[in-house]
């Protein structure tokens, strides 16, 4: 299990990495594993608002679905259409495949750094 | 929560890496580290196998057996002769079902009687409730014989390599015979769970399931856990107790001919007599029902699930009782098969019955309404060695 140490992880397993006020979330290599196969990610769009704690998208895998929970509040930028069709990529790279990126971050969630993320997977695993 | 139970495969299990879940009481693979996708298609183009051990398996013996199964299953014991096994559904008092079934007849003086794990102790308690009126036992074999199913183009292959050559069983569906592979005597059935044309489920003593096991894995059979069991049955259109036969989704009973399948379960015949809600299957079976069930696909992206409400020109007309995405292998224009794979959403809906496989239904998934049709079916089986999969284009 790989768990970045310039990365920064909500309890409910997205991984967020902040540069230039854009904050690009992804869900972690925990988060994949634990969902098994990816199928289908419902993807936001360019303009949309996220807020900390409410769910922007859901990831579907051939056991369940799974919300995805925005880590920081304010305005998607960027999505990666590439899951639409790809969304195994998910699965294979958890930490290259982002989902999408937020610009004018305006709150941000108790984010946890690697190691103390590491010791909250183990203690739900 | 009482202690979950486990096959004596469990061990074997958490060795190659697998997830357990607890399912109906039991501790089972639901993946093993390449995940239900990988395993799907390993079983379609080779070999899956599979730790059924956690199933029910009741023997029953006695003078009155005959008249015994004959009341409490919806198919026709009589019609059954030894080396063949048949479909059945214990039926409800009102017409639904206590569980779904597989009858065995390796025996002259006994017959072996299959059940989902999760409903076993239910089904004990209820066929026990008969028993006294006959002069029969009903003994749980559960824990003293173990199973495996072996499906796929390569199972017969496989097997043939510990039977020495030997011939498995009888080409047919149900086809049934005791063998030995390397010195072991193992019960074979030509029936299976996945829709593969080529497949059997093993039946062998505990102490000797484990060698089984691995020999399978050793002659390139593939581990292979409760999720791709569940994608396999759902592509190949066989219903699941709980989703498809049982209750609904706000727990009304599913009558047993809501689901297309039972016209092969149930037996009118004068031979097999009176028997549990015969009459109203009877009813059932000329009258149609309410509602039934449909194998139906995604015209939009997205994943169905179980549960969620299906609308039709506005109306509500049902649910879906089963769904999820799974992988298929394209074939070529002659038939053979390729490398590249796909992917589908597909499931089942227990609707209307006035909804027919050409309307355009719509399907709630938390709040997006994704369009869906019925189909005649997902998978084509009669290929043999392989099971291709029915994509739109080729309907019809």
New interface residues.
Partial sequence: MNFPKDLKYASSHEWVKIENGVATVGISDFAQDALGDVVYVSLPNVGDKVKVGVSFGDVESVKAVSDLIAPVSGVVCEVNEELADAPENLNSDPYGAWIIKVEQVSEEADLLDSEAYEAHCAEEA | MSELKRTPLYDAHVALGA?MVDFGGWEMP??YPE????EHLYDRKHCGIFDVSHMGRFIIEGKDRVKFLQRVLTSNVLSLTPGRAQYCIIPTATGGAVDDAYLYMFDEDKYMLVVNASNAEKDKAYLGTFLPEYDVTLTDASETLSSIAVQGPEAENILKILSGGCEITGDKKNDLKEITLEGKTVRASKTGYTGDPIGWELFIDAKDVNWLWNRLIELGAKPTGL?ARD?LRLEAGLPLYGHEMGLDAVGNEIPIFAVSLAKFAVSFDEEKGDFIARNLLLSQKENGTDKKIMPIRLID???M?AGMDIYFEGKHVGWVTSG???PYYEFDADGSITENTG?R?IGFAYVDASVTKKDVIEIDV?G?RLKAKGVIKHLNQSEPPYAKAVLPKQEK
């Fill in positions: 997830t639901i993946q995940g239900i996708l990988a999720g994608t992206r997205g994943v699930r999820t995405m799974v992917k959403s938390r997006r």
